[in-house]
T-cell receptor
Framework: EDQVTQSPEALRLQEGESSSLNCSYTVSGLRGLFWYRQDPGKGPEFLFTLYSAGEEKEKERLKATLTKKESFLHITAPKPEDSATYLCAVLGGSNYKLTFGKGTLLTVNP | GAGVSQSPRYKVTKRGQDVALRCDPI?????LYWYRQALGQGPEFLTYFNYEAQQDKSGLPNDRFSAERPEGSISTLTIQRTEQRDSAMYRC??????????????FGPGTRLLVL
């Protein structure tokens, strides 16, 4: 069974203080690893899809990387508007259902 | 363009009543998914449609839950004889297809169900 573990559960940063979020996964035949951002009261908003180890993707202050066992979401010089819950999910094997982690609640203080 | 829409956004019902939750996927997306999300958790899979065919319903908790997508577009998730434990956020997602790279799933805003 696919499993996803995210750490830390919560992270508080000062504006401009860079850091990384971790997503460890076990899956049979990874077809994609997905990062979503979720604001309170809203649905998950798609950020990135990574397909194979070594792949990297960037969007503004966010950069996602992938190895065979984990993915990192690096946040460079974050701003208060980056505050949200960041969800990681995997799609594996012959499944079509995403398996999500519990998320990391990121708070960026001005 | 328009994203995934869901209605109602909030539903309060009494225990024992039936409820129907609606999902309108992104135009052209053939794959549709229903998830349930508890507070502080990631979404958990309920069921999946490819066009109008329900390909997987393994995540539906019991036989009080059913879903349909008769014309391959709008989907309805029905919960019969609701119980308080059914209270949750129900989310719908759609994807263009189920083959890389088109299978990124886009989520709707969800329906918050409260069973009294």
């Amino acid at each position: 069974e696919d499993q996803v573990t995210q750490s830390p559960e919560a992270l508080r940063l000062q504006e401009g203080e860079s850091s990384s979020l971790n997503c460890s996964y076990t899956v049979s035949g990874l077809r994609g690893l997905f990062w979503y951002r979720q604001d309170p009261g809203k649905g998950p908003e798609f950020l990135f899809t990574l397909y194979s180890a070594g792949e990297e993707k960037e969007k503004e202050r966010l950069k996602a990387t992938l190895t065979k066992k984990e993915s990192f979401l690096h946040i460079t010089a974050p701003k208060p508007e980056d505050s949200a819950t960041y969800l990681c999910a995997v799609l594996g094997g012959s499944n079509y259902k995403l398996t999500f982690g519990k998320g990391t609640l990121l708070t960026v203080n001005p | 363009g328009a994203g995934v829409s869901q209605s109602p956004r909030y539903k309060v019902t009494k225990r024992g009543q039936d409820v129907a939750l609606r999902c309108d996927p992104i135009s052209g997306h053939v794959s549709l998914y229903w998830y349930r999300q508890a507070l502080g958790q990631g979404p958990e899979f309920l069921t999946y449609f490819n066009y109008e065919a329900q390909q997987d319903k393994s995540g539906l908790p019991n036989d009080r839950f059913s879903a349909e997508r008769p014309e391959g577009s709008i989907s309805t998730l029905t919960i019969q004889r609701t119980e308080q434990r059914d209270s949750a956020m129900y989310r719908c997602a759609s994807s263009f297809a189920t083959g890389q790279p088109e299978e990124t799933q886009y989520f709707g805003p969800g329906t918050r169900l409260l069973v009294l």
